[in-house]
């Protein structure tokens, strides 16, 4: 397994450009098998979820072609309406392409989800609302079976509590529903937003993606498409935190401020010094800098995918912070592996009690999963010594070549083949 060897106290400078984000390309790639016509998707980041997602629509059918960061997918002919488990184990994504098969198709057999080892995450809602709109759905042997022959009918659906995948799931199905379906409770990602903006391009009537009710007005079919991808809110928090702990006037390059507002809020609260452009944000150290308790939120709130990274922020903050961790229950299998480099971590239950400032020292670390991976790489940037990040192949899934775009800024980092 590949390791990222890293030697800390470098300095971050220049620019490190933002890619697509990974959570919104794979609700676009999924909802490619809405039509026959092709869709052209830019802006795709080359990460391992989006690689697994892309073989999993050649396996309905699908002709996906790759130039660059640009997707051509056409699904005329799907013959094969299904998710294999050995296809997508490595993805918890798989269920975004339930509701778009059994619409197309009236028939979806999908392998439950895989992917991180940070807790539940339950597929429920997404069963409870395909059934709401008609489909007959069962669930056997590690796999999740979908049938509307009839095809689905537009109703309303109230999730019993706020999901992104499941909200996006049933998007994507109620688009090509018989009359009207309402989505309450709905989740107001960005991601959805974006998603919501590709469907309304290939034909589909919505009303209100990006808050808790969302209105879709069914179609007989949808066309093609072209669409760029948004860019990645959680890459560019992870490297803003990276310039709050090593840099100097580091910019994060080609991203959008406004989705980042949270971590903005915490940031400034902290005394980091932050200086925001239209496409940027240009961040530098700030010795001293206040510990800020932070809880973790459905958007608009904190995100649960920044939460890792944030506690290797506090590691460095002069005080003690409380985080609070609300949407998944085992999402802090990071703090071991930090407190192995010389941090201060105690936790209780779904809190953690971080203690700053620690010189941290390079250790070996092992990643348990996709942002822990994140939190020990930035903890490694300021750690006296070498560090050693072992299962790197977790950051791979949602990072774009993290390792060279550190080290063009100044890392000292390298990717040492298992």
Same mark, same amino acid.
């Given at each position: 397994?590949?390791?990222?060897?890293? &030697? !800390?106290?470098?300095?971050?400078? *220049?620019? +490190?450009? /933002?890619? =697509?984000?990974?959570?919104?390309?794979?609700? #676009?790639?999924?909802?490619?098998?809405?039509?026959?016509?092709?869709?052209?998707?830019?802006?795709?980041?080359?990460?391992?979820?989006?690689?697994?997602?892309?073989?999993?629509?050649?396996?309905?059918?699908?002709?996906?072609?790759?130039?660059?960061?640009?997707?051509?997918?056409?699904?005329?002919?799907?013959?094969?309406?299904?998710?294999?488990?050995?296809?997508?184990?490595?993805?918890?994504?798989?269920?975004?392409?339930?509701?778009?098969?059994?619409?197309?198709?009236?028939?979806?057999?999908?392998?439950?989800?895989?992917?991180?080892?940070?807790?539940?995450?339950?597929?429920?809602?997404?069963?409870?609302?395909?059934?709401?709109?008609?489909?007959?759905?069962?669930?056997?042997?590690?796999?999740?079976?979908?049938?509307?022959?009839?095809?689905? &009918? !537009?109703?309303?659906?109230?999730? *019993?509590? +706020?999901? /992104?995948? =499941?909200?996006?799931?049933?998007?994507?199905? #109620?688009?090509?529903?018989?009359?009207?379906?309402?989505?309450?409770?709905?989740?107001?990602?960005?991601?959805?937003?974006?998603?919501?903006?590709?469907?309304?391009?290939?034909?589909?009537?919505?009303?209100?993606?990006?808050?808790?009710?969302?209105?879709?007005?069914?179609?007989?079919?949808?066309?093609?498409?072209?669409?760029?991808?948004?860019?990645?809110?959680?890459?560019?928090?992870?490297?803003?935190?990276?310039?709050?702990?090593?840099?100097?006037?580091?910019?994060?390059?080609?991203?959008?401020?406004?989705?980042?507002?949270?971590?903005?809020?915490?940031?400034?609260?902290?005394?980091?010094?932050?200086?925001?452009?239209?496409?940027?944000?240009?961040?530098?150290?700030?010795?001293?800098?206040?510990?800020?308790?932070?809880?973790?939120?459905?958007?608009?709130?904190?995100?649960?995918?920044?939460?890792?990274?944030?506690?290797?922020?506090?590691?460095?903050?002069?005080?003690?912070?409380?985080?609070?961790?609300?949407?998944?229950?085992?999402?802090?299998?990071?703090?071991?592996?930090?407190?192995?480099?010389?941090?201060?971590?105690?936790?209780?239950?779904?809190?953690?009690?971080?203690?700053?400032?620690?010189?941290?020292?390079?250790?070996?670390?092992?990643?348990?999963?996709?942002?822990?991976?994140?939190?020990?790489?930035?903890?490694?940037?300021?750690?006296?010594?070498?560090?050693?990040?072992?299962?790197?192949?977790?950051?791979?899934?949602?990072?774009?070549?993290?390792?060279?775009?550190?080290?063009?800024?100044?890392?000292?980092?390298?990717?040492?083949?298992?």
């Amino acid at each position: 397994m590949d390791q990222f060897v890293i &030697e !800390g106290g470098a300095t971050l400078r *220049g620019e +490190i450009p /933002v890619s =697509g984000a990974k959570n919104a390309a794979l609700p #676009a790639l999924a909802a490619a098998l809405l039509t026959e016509e092709p869709v052209v998707l830019h802006r795709i980041p080359r990460v391992r979820d989006l690689a697994t997602m892309a073989n999993l629509l050649r396996h309905t059918g699908a002709s996906v072609d790759t130039d660059g960061e640009t997707l051509r997918i056409e699904a005329r002919n799907l013959t094969h309406p299904e998710a294999p488990y050995e296809t997508v184990k490595t993805m918890r994504a798989s269920s975004l392409v339930l509701g778009p098969l059994v619409a197309r198709c009236g028939r979806a057999r999908v392998s439950m989800p895989g992917g991180c080892a940070i807790g539940t995450r339950p597929i429920d809602l997404h069963i409870l609302g395909l059934e709401g709109l008609g489909a007959r759905v069962t669930q056997t042997h590690g796999y999740i079976e979908a049938e509307a022959a009839g095809g689905l &009918e !537009g109703r309303k659906v109230t999730f *019993g509590r +706020i999901t /992104v995948t =499941g909200t996006e799931d049933l998007l994507m199905a #109620a688009v090509l529903a018989r009359g009207t379906t309402v989505l309450e409770n709905a989740a107001q990602e960005p991601e959805v937003q974006d998603l919501a903006a590709m469907l309304t391009k290939m034909g589909a009537r919505i009303a209100g993606a990006g808050t808790p009710t969302i209105t879709i007005e069914g179609v007989e079919r949808l066309h093609g498409t072209e669409h760029t991808i948004i860019p990645d809110r959680i890459e560019a928090g992870t490297f803003l935190i990276a310039g709050a702990l090593a840099g100097e006037d580091l910019a994060i390059t080609g991203c959008d401020p406004a989705h980042l507002d949270a971590l903005l809020e915490k940031m400034t609260a902290c005394g980091i010094n932050l200086k925001t452009g239209p496409d940027s944000v240009t961040v530098s150290r700030s010795p001293g800098f206040r510990a800020v308790d932070m809880t973790t939120k459905e958007h608009p709130g904190f995100p649960t995918d920044l939460q890792a990274q944030y506690m290797a922020l506090m590691t460095q903050a002069d005080g003690i912070s409380l985080v609070t961790e609300t949407i998944f229950e085992n999402r802090f299998m990071h703090v071991p592996e930090l407190m192995r480099m010389g941090a201060s971590i105690r936790t209780d239950g779904r809190q953690a009690i971080v203690a700053g400032p620690r010189q941290l020292s390079g250790a070996q670390v092992m990643s348990s999963d996709l942002r822990a991976s994140a939190s020990l790489v930035l903890a490694a940037l300021v750690a006296r010594g070498t560090s050693i990040v072992d299962r790197v192949y977790h950051i791979d899934r949602g990072y774009e070549a993290i390792e060279q775009k550190l080290a063009a800024a100044g890392a000292r980092i390298s990717r040492v083949r298992g």
